[in-house]
């Protein structure tokens, strides 16, 4: 009988202490929530707010299409907003190792920033707020998927290059509350890193991709008031080897083969045979999206353009 209540106390006693760790754990967890939750509002920015400066990253992921005829470009990216409290600050060691919290979207205060030129909204994924232990917040973090407009040029199809700028605006920062800062790892001369970038099989990114900020005048403001824009200048060349293989060389192949037509005698019979599935292959050739670029290349290439509209 001794020996089973002995064999019992030496069961019992890992899983106390087992359970009274977990219990202080789960208490020094509950008194850091308490902690960051009485620095933080939801309000407004804090006042102990690092340089008076909000942080906005942007991860490029892929450009997905780009859309000629209706001028729009679909790109997938991760976008972050974070920025530093002072006053925020614990030691991991007192906190059973604790370096990071996670809390729900809008828990804390985060910019009111718009995402400018923007025509859907294909895709945004969940989106959560983290604290860590040197003051850093992340307010913002998630993947999306968006449609942008942008306005491009076929002057030089098909070695045209096209600008496609994200336009990001904190309308909040002419308040003086927070200014747009470039992140501190951001470098002019390589530009944003592409870790996560997956290539385009028609558009080739041009490198280095660049992050700018911009203080825009407000209308109608007689103070000087000004607020902030961050724009990423994402630029595209275009591989030209696709279109001269696809339709350039060919297009200009069917229009030399209908040339025969003319030269073969009226006696052969070969005139219809000939005359028919050259008129069915320019008209496949010319679909409405790319008889819209031929007819902007007569601006600037007259002979190419005139022949191609023909």
């Not at 760790?21 to 690092?50: C, R």
């Not at 470009?73 to 007192?94: A, F």
């Not at 909040?172 to 992140?183: F, K, M, R, T, V």
Request: hydrophobic share 40%; net charge negative; proline share 6%.
């Amino acid at each position: 009988m001794d020996k089973t209540l002995y064999v019992t106390f030496l069961l019992c006693v890992p899983a106390y202490y087992s359970v009274l760790g977990k219990f202080q754990s789960s208490s020094e967890e509950s008194n850091l929530v308490s902690y960051i939750k009485s620095v933080l509002t939801v309000y407004s920015p804090h006042q102990d707010l690092a340089n008076d400066s909000v942080y906005p990253t942007l991860d490029l992921f892929q450009v997905i299409s780009l859309d000629e005829n209706l001028e729009e470009i679909t790109i997938k990216y991760s976008l972050s907003y974070y920025y530093y409290v002072t006053s925020l600050q614990w030691n991991p060691d007192e906190y059973n190792g604790v370096t990071k919290m996670t809390f729900p979207s809008g828990t804390f205060w985060c910019p009111d920033i718009a995402n400018e030129d923007i025509i859907e909204d294909v895709y945004s994924s969940g989106n959560s707020q983290l604290v860590f232990s040197s003051g850093k917040v992340v307010c913002s973090h998630k993947l999306v998927v968006l449609i942008y407009a942008c306005t491009m040029e076929y002057a030089l199809f098909p070695f045209d290059q096209q600008s496609c700028p994200i336009t990001l605006t904190a309308h909040g920062s002419s308040e003086g509350q927070y200014s747009l800062a470039l992140d501190p790892t951001y470098d002019p001369k390589t530009g944003a890193k592409l870790r996560h970038y997956t290539p385009n099989a028609q558009w080739k990114l041009k490198t280095p991709l660049e992050f700018k900020i911009e203080s825009v005048p407000m209308d109608h403001d007689d103070h000087g008031d000004a607020y902030q824009t961050l724009i990423v200048d994402i630029q595209l060349e275009r591989d030209p080897v696709f279109f001269l293989s696809i339709i350039i060389f060919p297009s200009f192949g069917i229009y030399i083969l209908s040339s025969f037509v003319f030269v073969l005698p009226v006696q052969s019979g070969e005139k219809d045979h000939i005359a028919s599935p050259n008129l069915l292959a320019q008209v496949l050739t010319l679909e409405p999206k790319l008889l819209r670029i031929f007819l902007e290349l007569r601006t600037t290439f007259q002979f190419f353009g005139n022949y191609m509209r023909l």
